[in-house]
């Protein structure tokens, strides 16, 4: 019998001359949980994508239960019975979950909505699979996993067999993902077939029946999971064995560098993103700052840093009070910051590498003698950073826009590392990295931890904080619930109680 | 001049009157530019396509007899009309087509069609009439108001249904307020406003169900020049029963801010669009007094500043008030 789904040598090409796909041979069985793994830009997602109709190949075949198949967009992939669940939630946000799940192919009385038909079947669905959701309740106001269960339950009222699950445990805590396993074997039980993308190879190992890996665009493995290791796995993903272990000297703590005390901020909306924060940074030490993802931890950065304003409580960096000030008086009392959304406040994309590099220091000397600028001192900076931080360009001048991910960060951690800061605030400083920048990245953070630094780390991945931070905060719907020595005591359950609510610490809440 | 001649002039059946006729030709356009917003393509033309729109009808309702003799006198109001409306939706397509199709700004094409409108219709004013400030020699239809029967005989209840004279109010002013319902129904009860709306806050989303961003949009900002045509016609055949030049005066603009301070909702617009009405009729009544006209003049763009500001106090207001709520409440919990 033929396979469910067969990509046949799919090669994809994009416009600015990228090659995502370079002929891939993809199949997957009916009923199986079938994992396709590879490293940040191997090509998972865009050789899904093709088969979701969002991208069309340069060149290839799709089969589906042994027929050829055009797949010139979404709608179509939907008629064939593919769902997929993307990275990023596909959700409108003030619409209801039953909304959201019936949007595209609503039940009608008439010409009208049905919408009591709506919630109905959504209840119908949210009970047969076992996902559960309230129905009524709006987007913007439930948390993460429930929006993925909706996510999930949208592919299968549009009547999917076959699911695209793109990195869904991404933004889930542990426990979290472990009642996504629970809904996925539930799935494959009645009959669906599940492909799931991740570069987890933990989760690989769990979840899956076979395994398809990639490298580089191209299929480097195609083995059934029971056959491997994890290790086997790793080094198809990275042609080389990966160090997650680093080597960091006992912490040698020094004096407070940053103090918050009481920090609150109110959004826009006038829903509260921080409650009342209170933490110390020391110089010497990383401070690693762990949730799920949208509980706070990006305000405390913006806040931190003066791109949003404190709505109470106090920031004080080496005792002089920071918060309301501008984001440049914050940087000239010694903060730098790696912002989490390199693209929009970390560089600018149209300027050159040598530009970037000076944006934060142009006006001071040696770069403006005079009040002119001094092409040849920023120029010099711009060589002697680049080669200091591995940047791989065409040179100081080549725009910012033309690197690829990890080379763009390289810029931004030259930049700011460069400022020598009391306190470095690094946040998701890897996402979207790859393998050898991430590495770089974590050195060059214990290094400053080394010299004495302060640093804070914020990122959704909790493998990086944990193997990085000497102390960890966990925050939790705006909230520092806890703050843990970290060490081999501590393990990822017992962070995922907190980053669920499940525990906290009062203690955390006080003078530290 | 005393205050209470002002004041009664203001609390009457009579005010109310005027008020929906200055009403009008800002809620018509302001649906139309809902749509297009809530689609996420914003059409900043309202004021061209009205403009326009009020020249064609007044052209055609008054060329008409001489090229089709005989009809009666409705048959060529209809005509400048319909064919004001098809101009409205050609605008509107050329909007959509400009920037969907061939990728341009669409505040840039906006004000591109805002431009062609203003001197276009001089422009043909003058080839067609001679005169190049207004339509006064040519004989134009109006479009016909609606009186209700037998509330005239009823002192009040007569002027308020059937405004000053008793004549009733035009039909574009029922237009207007049935427009509101008929865009409330579609956006929250149809899954056509249903898919508009989601393509306008959540694009991505939207597509990935299989709706036609490119498609939605397009009919939005078609739908958005039909729309802000009526608003063109009732100016140029219910208002008054010329086109003059420049005779939307910002209207066109103004119906956009009022989308913004109605909340982007049709309810909302339709209240801010009253307030609007409210402040322009204000300014009509106090400029038969001794009051110098400039500052009469001042007051509609005053009241929407004002209510803009007041709008913005009270959302800061409520901001602050969950922000201390929320800390009382931590601090409780952790006292």
């Known amino acids: 019998m033929a396979a469910l789904v067969e990509m046949k040598q799919i090669s994809k090409v994009y416009p600015n001359g990228v090659v995502a796909n370079r002929n891939v041979d993809f199949a997957v069985e009916r009923g199986e949980i079938h994992a396709l793994v590879g490293e940040n830009g191997a090509g998972k997602s865009t050789l899904m994508k093709v088969l979701y109709g969002l991208e069309q190949p340069t060149h290839g075949e799709i089969w589906l239960k042994g027929a050829r198949v055009e797949i010139p967009n979404p709608h179509r992939a939907i008629e064939l019975g593919i769902g997929m669940v993307h990275q990023n939630f596909m959700l409108v946000p003030s619409f209801t979950i039953a909304e959201n799940i019936v949007l595209g192919s609503e039940p009608r009385k008439g010409r009208f909505l049905d919408r009591a038909q709506a919630i109905a079947v959504t209840e119908m669905l949210s009970k047969n699979y076992g996902l559960q959701v309230d129905p009524t309740a709006r987007i913007e106001a439930t948390p993460v996993g429930m929006r993925q269960r909706v996510e999930i339950l949208k592919t299968l009222y549009r009547g999917a067999d076959l699911l695209i699950l793109d990195e869904p445990t991404a933004v889930l805590t542990p426990q979290e993902t472990d009642e996504l396993f629970v809904a996925v074997r539930k799935l494959v039980d009645q009959g669906k077939t599940v492909i799931f993308i991740t570069h987890k190879l933990v989760e690989v190992k769990e979840i899956s029946d076979r395994v398809t890996v990639m490298r580089h665009g191209e299929v480097t493995g195609r083995v059934a999971t029971a056959d491997v290791t994890e290790a086997d796995i790793a080094r198809m993903m990275v042609g080389r064995a990966v160090f997650l272990q680093i080597d960091k000297p006992p912490v040698q703590r020094g004096r407070v560098v940053a103090e918050v005390r009481n920090l609150g901020y109110v959004a826009e909306t006038g829903r509260p993103m921080l409650r009342n924060v209170n933490f110390d940074v020391y110089a010497g030490e990383i401070l690693g700052v762990a949730g799920v993802e949208g509980n706070g931890q990006t305000e405390l950065v913006e806040v931190m840093t003066g791109l949003r304003p404190a709505t109470t409580g106090e920031i004080r960096i080496d005792g002089t009070p920071v918060q309301g000030q501008s984001a440049r008086r914050i940087r000239l009392s010694g903060v730098a910051h790696i912002p989490e959304d390199r693209l929009t406040n970390g560089v600018a994309l149209d300027a050159s590498i040598a530009e970037n590099l000076v944006v934060d220091r142009y006006n001071r000397p040696p770069f403006t003698r005079r009040g002119a600028l001094s092409p040849r001192a920023i120029q010099t900076q711009a060589v002697a950073l680049m080669q200091q931080f591995d940047i791989r360009a065409a040179g100081p001048t080549a725009l910012m826009r033309s690197l690829s991910g990890g080379n763009m960060q390289k810029v931004i951690v030259a930049r700011e590392f460069s400022a020598e800061p009391a306190l470095l605030i690094a946040a998701q400083p890897t996402r979207g990295v790859d393998i050898g920048a991430t590495e770089f990245v974590h050195t060059q953070l214990v290094a400053k931890r080394n010299e004495g630094k302060a640093v804070l780390l914020v990122s959704a991945d909790l493998a990086e904080v944990m193997s990085l931070s000497d102390r960890i905060a966990v925050m939790y719907k705006g909230e520092i619930v806890g703050i843990l020595e970290n060490g081999p005591h501590l393990t990822e359950e017992e962070i995922g109680l907190y980053m669920l609510g499940l525990k906290r610490d009062e203690g955390a809440r006080g003078e530290l | ?335």
């Open chain 2, 1 to 335: 001049m005393s205050f209470e001649v002002v004041l009664q002039s203001i609390f009457s059946a009579a005010f109310i009157a005027t008020v929906i006729r200055v009403s009008t030709p800002l809620i018509l356009p302001a649906m139309g530019g809902l749509i297009s917003e809530l689609s996420g393509a914003i059409n900043i033309a309202l004021e061209g396509v009205m403009l326009a729109a009020a020249f064609t009808g007044v052209v055609v309702s008054g060329f008409a007899p001489q090229w089709f003799p005989g009809a009666p006198e409705w048959v060529y109001a209809l005509a400048g009309g319909v064919v004001g409306v098809l101009v409205g939706m050609a605008m509107g397509w050329m909007i959509a087509f400009f920037h969907l199709e061939l990728k341009t700004d669409i505040i840039l094409t906006g004000l591109a069609m805002n431009i062609l409108a203003a001197g276009g219709t001089v422009f043909l004013m003058f080839s067609l009439t001679g005169d190049k400030g207004s339509t006064s020699t040519l004989d134009s239809a109006q479009l016909p108001a609606v009186q209700i029967p037998l509330v005239n005989n009823i002192p009040i209840l007569g002027t308020l249904l059937n405004g000053e004279n008793g004549a009733g109010y035009n039909i574009m002013s029922y237009i207007a307020f049935v427009l509101v319902a008929v865009i409330w129904v579609f956006l929250y009860r149809m899954s056509s406003g249903v898919h508009l709306r989601a393509t306008g806050e959540m694009p991505d989303a939207a597509q990935s169900v299989g709706i036609n961003i490119r498609r939605t949009r397009y009919w939005a900002l078609v739908a958005s020049g039909a729309c802000a045509a009526l608003g063109g016609l009732y100016l140029s055949m219910g208002y008054l029963s010329i086109f003059q030049a420049n005779m939307t005066a910002g209207r066109g603009f103004i119906a956009l801010a009022v989308v913004y301070l109605g909340n982007r909702n049709p309810i909302g617009t339709l209240i801010a669009a009253l307030i609007f009405g409210t402040a322009s009729a204000l300014g009509t009544r106090l400029g038969t007094m001794a009051i110098p006209p400039q500052l009469v003049e001042m007051i509609p763009p005053v009241v929407t500043i004002a209510a803009l500001v007041l709008y913005n106090i009270r959302r800061r207001a409520r901001l602050n008030a969950a922000a201390r709520r929320f800390q009382e409440q931590t601090e409780a919990a952790h006292a």
